[in-house]
C-alpha cells in the first residue's frame, strides 16, 4: 500500500502511552500524522513508521500566531483527508480547590479541551472529505468527578460536552464522534497520579494499553453506517464508587 493511497490518521500525544500505542496500531493501513511537544521524541516515533509525518506543537500554546496554530497552518494545505483524527494529549493537574492554583485550571482546560477544539476546526474540512472519525480520548473522570481532581474532572467533562456537541453538528457531513472513555491505564499518567496519591503501584489494577487500543477500534472498524457515540473501558475490578 502505497503513502498516496493509505487512510490517513492524526494522532495527538501520538508519542507515549495511549496515542502511541493507537499509531503503532494504524500503523500497517495507515498513513499516520504524529502530534506531540518534542521534535526528537516526534521524529523518533515517525521514522519507526512505516508510513508517517510529525506534527511538533505545544497545545498550551493556541494564542493566535502561537505553536499550534503555526503547526496546523503547515499541515492542513497537504493534507485533503482525515479519515481518523484520534485526541490522546492530555494534561493531570491533581489537588483540591482550595490548594490548587488558578492556572491549573486554564492549563487543564487549555491543553483538554481548547486545543481539541482548535485541532478539530482545522481538521474538519479534511474530516468531511473523507467521512472520518473523530475519537477524543477522554477518562472515568468525565463522567464522574472525584477529590483532588477538580481541574482535571472539569476539562473531562467539557470534553464530553464537546464531543457531544460535534457529532450533532457534523452528522450531516458524514463526520462521525466516538468519546472514549477508559478507567485508570497502565500508562506514565498513571504513574503521576498515583505517587500524587501516595500509594504503591500496581500495574495488575490497570487496564492494559492494548485493552483501550481495542476499545478505539470498535469505533475505528464500524462499518460507515455505524456510530459508535461513547465507549467505557474500565479494568476488570473496576467497581463504581457507593455512599
Known amino acids: 500500500m502505497s503513502e498516496q493511497t ?6 495527538t500525544g501520538g508519542t507515549r502511552g495511549i496515542g502511541l500505542a493507537v499509531a503503532r496500531d494504524l500503523a ?6 504524529i502530534g506531540g511537544r518534542s521534535a526528537d521524541t516526534v521524529a523518533e516515533v515517525v521514522a519507526s513508521l512505516p508510513s508517517a509525518e510529525g506534527l511538533v506543537a505545544d497545545l498550551a500554546d493556541c494564542s493566535p500566531g502561537g505553536s499550534l496554530e503555526t503547526a496546523l497552518d503547515a499541515l492542513v494545505p497537504r493534507l485533503p483527508r482525515a479519515d481518523v483524527l484520534v485526541h490522546s494529549a492530555g494534561i493531570l493537574r491533581t489537588g483540591t480547590v482550595a490548594d490548587s492554583p488558578v492556572q491549573d485550571w486554564a492549563d487543564s482546560m487549555t491543553v483538554n479541551v481548547v486545543a481539541v477544539a482548535a485541532v478539530t476546526r482545522a481538521l474538519l474540512p479534511a474530516l468531511r472529505a473523507a467521512h472520518g472519525l ?13 477529590p483532588a481532581s477538580g481541574a482535571y474532572c472539569a476539562s473531562k467533562f467539557a470534553l464530553r460536552a464537546f464531543s457531544d456537541s460535534l457529532r450533532q453538528e457534523e452528522r450531516e457531513h458524514g463526520v ?15 504513574h503521576e497520579l498515583v505517587a500524587f496519591e501516595g500509594a504503591d503501584y500496581d500495574a495488575g489494577a490497570y487496564l492494559d494499553v492494548a485493552s483501550v487500543v481495542r ?29
Do not use: E, F
Open 134 to 146: 473523530v475519537i477524543t480520548v477522554n477518562s472515568g473522570s468525565g463522567l464522574t468527578a472525584t
Open 215 to 243: 476499545a478505539a477500534r470498535l469505533a475505528i472498524d464500524a462499518g460507515p453506517d455505524a456510530s459508535v457515540d461513547m465507549v467505557s473501558v474500565r479494568p476488570r475490578g473496576w467497581r463504581p464508587a457507593t455512599t
Open 176 to 190: 462521525r464522534v466516538t468519546s472514549l472513555h477508559p478507567g485508570r491505564v497502565d500508562t506514565d499518567m498513571q
Open 6 to 11: 493509505r487512510p490517513v490518521a492524526v494522532v
Open 28 to 33: 500497517d493501513t495507515h498513513h499516520l500524522v
